[in-house]
């Protein structure tokens, strides 16, 4: 069995939620992200090991706060959560978590900020990529018409939306292929985006609008209000239990 090690870069310093806090551990529903988005990993039952990636200064506070989770994935044995030093740029810090699992047969990168992201769509991605596709993203359709501008902010084209996606994370990988990927030493802003460099094709499997990513202080207005009415209960928190049974 190839092992499923999830990555999750954590390590953003960005305070564009308004809070002094890195993103990953400004709160939802009384619960830091980082937590709920490692506790739906391993709800998912299809991740062996998780990497989680911060700043240097949480690794003492990611440790204690992530020590504690006891979900198992159905009938696997307990998940074990290891925490790591990320870097300036997110692939900084997603390197950084490719190093600390050597051994991995599969990555899933999951970015700490889509901290509501259902288990179910984590284990559709798990599925295609042992099904045989070297690289799986989570996809949704674009509702909004996408243009490309100039410097300027003058319209240069307007790209044909029923074939544009809006993608999500987890994105899984081939853990060869993403060694490979990163191995190179370019920028971009998803893993997908490194391996589609390479010539590799990239599939997608249905995305879900609950793994959008938590960015502003109105993303954050609306996963209090999901997890208020229950939209993540199946993670099992004891929070979101009380808030759905109140
Ligand atoms: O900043 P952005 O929204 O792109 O971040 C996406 C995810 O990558 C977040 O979970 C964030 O914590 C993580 N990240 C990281 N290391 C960085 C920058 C972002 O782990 N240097």
Redesign the pocket.
């Known amino acids: 069995m190839r092992p499923v090690v999830a990555l ?7 305070v564009r939620l308004g809070e002094p806090t ?3 551990f400004v709160p939802v529903g009384g619960i830091p992200m980082v937590r709920l988005a490692v506790d739906g990993l391993i709800a998912s039952g299809a991740v062996h090991r998780v990497v989680v ?1 911060v700043p240097a200064e949480m690794v003492d506070a990611a440790s204690a706060l992530l020590s504690t989770t006891s979900l198992t994935g159905g009938s696997m044995p307990p998940v074990p959560v290891q925490v790591v030093v ?5 692939t ?3 390197r950084a978590g490719i190093a600390a699992a050597p051994d991995a047969g599969y990555y899933l990168v999951h ?3 889509r901290a509501l992201t259902p288990p179910e769509l984590i284990a559709r991605v798990a599925t295609e990529l042992q099904a045989g596709s070297p690289a799986v993203v989570p996809a949704l359709p674009v509702v909004d018409t996408v243009k490309s501008v100039d410097d300027a902010g003058v319209v240069t084209g307007t790209p044909d939306r029923a074939r544009l996606r809006a993608i999500q994370t987890p994105q899984g990988f081939d853990a060869e292929l993403l060694r490979r990927a990163y191995a190179t030493d370019v920028g971009a ?1 998803d893993d997908a985006g490194l391996v589609e460099r390479l010539g590799v094709a990239v599939h997608t499997v249905a995305g879900d609008p609950l793994a959008f ?1 938590i ?1 502003t202080p109105l993303d954050l207005t609306l996963a209090e209000a999901v997890l208020s009415v229950g939209g993540s209960a199946q993670l099992g928190h004891s929070a979101v239990r009380t808030e759905v049974a109140g």
Do not use: F, N, Q, Y
């Open positions: 999750v870069p954590a390590a953003g310093r960005g890195p993103k990953a990636v990320g870097g300036a740029e997110r900084d810090s997603v970015d700490a900020a802003t990513k960015t």
